[in-house]
């Protein structure tokens, strides 16, 4: 079964553009104030405009609040919202009662979260490299004993190794975003293609 595809970092309506155009199921818009790849809330609302919804619009946080997680959803036409960083499990299922979650946890966590909240359809897990966005892939080979169904991966995955990752882990979706980059933020169109290509021949 083919992964779900997204692209993250999206910063402009043309890139999202692009990347619904290339084929992408999902787009990735980061709203965590230390990213270099920090998209305002009205850019995101006119790209998750510009793409219709058979696309998935998802808002990425790290370390805001609930009141403004869900304030910026809203505001930009998220249709999903992706949470990095150390949270209460009280505040996922929060955020869960209004939007489906992508969950993003480190590999050590991966085993404890899969037991958390296995069986809930509103919470989905993501395995990240250490430094989201530094384009290092993670040891996929290693991870194939704890990889529960139903996860998405990321970390590191541009044209030239996603087919290998998927081949090892058979992720539930893929994230990618430095690797489709010409600089942080403004996306490469033939490296895009590339990926959502290799990703659909898998």
Not at 6 to 26: F, H, I, M, P
Not at 39 to 56: D, F, I, K, Q
Not at 158 to 185: F, T
Not at 194 to 202: E, L, N, P
Request: hydrophobic share 45%; proline share 7%; glycine share 10%.
């Amino acid at each position: 079964m083919t992964p779900r595809l997204k692209v993250c970092g999206t910063t402009s309506v043309q890139d999202a553009v692009l990347c619904a155009e290339a084929g992408a199921d999902a787009l990735g818009f980061i709203f965590a104030p230390i990213s270099k790849r920090l998209v305002t809330p009205h850019v995101a609302r006119e790209a998750s405009l510009s793409v219709g919804v058979t696309v998935a619009r998802v808002g990425v946080f790290l370390g805001q609040g609930l009141d403004e997680v869900l304030r910026l959803a809203e505001a930009s036409r998220m249709s999903v919202v992706q949470l990095h960083g150390p949270l209460s499990p009280e505040f996922v299922e929060t955020v869960a009662q209004f939007y489906p979650v992508l969950r993003v946890v480190k590999v050590n966590e991966l085993q404890t979260e899969g037991e958390r909240w296995a069986g809930d359809p509103r919470v989905t897990l993501m395995v990240d490299a250490p430094n989201p966005g530094g384009g290092v892939p993670l040891e996929w080979e290693a991870l194939k004993a704890v990889w529960p169904a139903g996860t998405w991966l990321a970390g590191g995955l541009g044209p030239e190794n996603i087919r290998e990752a998927i081949h090892l882990l058979r992720p539930a979706g893929v994230d990618a975003v430095s690797r489709l980059e010409r600089e942080p933020g403004v996306k490469n169109p033939q490296a895009v293609q590339a990926f959502v290509d290799a990703v659909k021949r898998s």
